[in-house]
């Protein structure tokens, strides 16, 4: 199985600062990676898909890149609503698939 | 509008049964590739089942040969019985839709339901 390992587990930022999130594959993988923002309480929202194809009605600050088994999720200018907890995910065994355990963006 | 909505979650004793229900609007779960995903309290997401438009299903380890994903077409609705409960089963579960890019797979969920709350436990 291919595992996914998120770093940093937990980050703390500031509204302004640019921030980003990597996400290591345990194996060279396709660019069938995508990212999740999810907020306590809620389901999963998709931010990114294919790597670096942001999904429709998500602002553009926004942004993944990677290949093989390094990815990075970036947010330019961090707003207040965009802290939670951020989740990369791998399709390249598609249908079954696999998540990072997470990133906590805090204040 | 497009939404999934899941209920039928509960309290469950250690080997019992449970049928999670998802009813979707918007579009119709038999043209869509569609999964079930939980997430344990506190933890990280987990894949559970799937079913694609022609009705292949597939299951993590974890609950292959316990839970069984289906679809109701006349009530456009995606379902997951869950046999031989366990602990480790508690979890809120989602129903999603996979995203499809010109037809085609491997993108990603782009619609979740709210999500329903299943506990095992004695």
């Known amino acids: 199985d291919i595992q996914l390992t998120q770093s940093p587990s937990f980050l703390s930022a500031s509204v302004g600062d640019r921030v980003t999130i990597t996400c290591r594959a345990s194996q060279a993988i396709s660019s069938y990676v995508a990212w999740y923002q999810q907020k306590p309480g809620k389901a999963p929202k998709l931010l990114i898909y294919?790597?670096?194809t942001l999904q429709s009605g998500v602002p553009s600050r926004f942004s993944g890149s990677g290949s093989r088994t390094e990815f990075s999720l970036t947010i330019s200018s961090l707003q207040p609503e965009d802290f939670a907890t951020y989740y990369c995910?791998?399709?390249?065994?598609?249908?079954?698939?696999?998540f990072g355990q997470g990133t906590k963006v805090e204040i | 509008e497009v939404q999934l909505v899941e209920s039928g979650g509960g309290l469950v004793q250690p080997g019992g049964s449970l049928r999670l229900s998802c009813v979707a609007s918007?579009?119709?779960?038999?043209?869509?590739?569609m999964r079930w995903a939980r997430q344990a309290p506190g933890k990280g997401l987990e894949w559970v089942s799937f079913?694609?438009?022609?009705?292949?299903?597939y299951y993590a380890d974890s609950v292959k040969g316990r839970f069984t994903i289906s679809r109701d077409n006349s009530r456009n609705t995606l379902s997951l019985q869950m046999n031989s409960l366990r602990a480790e089963d508690t979890a809120v579960y989602y129903c999603?839709?996979?995203?499809?890019?010109?037809?085609?797979?491997?993108?990603?969920?782009?619609?979740w339901g709210q999500g329903t709350t299943v506990t095992v436990s004695s």
């Open positions: 918007g579009f119709t779960v038999t043209t869509k590739y």
């Open positions: 294919a790597a670096s």
């Open positions: 079913i694609s438009s022609g009705g292949a299903t």
């Open positions: 995910q791998q399709l390249n065994s598609y249908p079954q698939m696999t």
């Open positions: 999603a839709r996979d995203l499809a890019v010109a037809d085609a797979q491997g993108y990603g969920m782009d619609v």
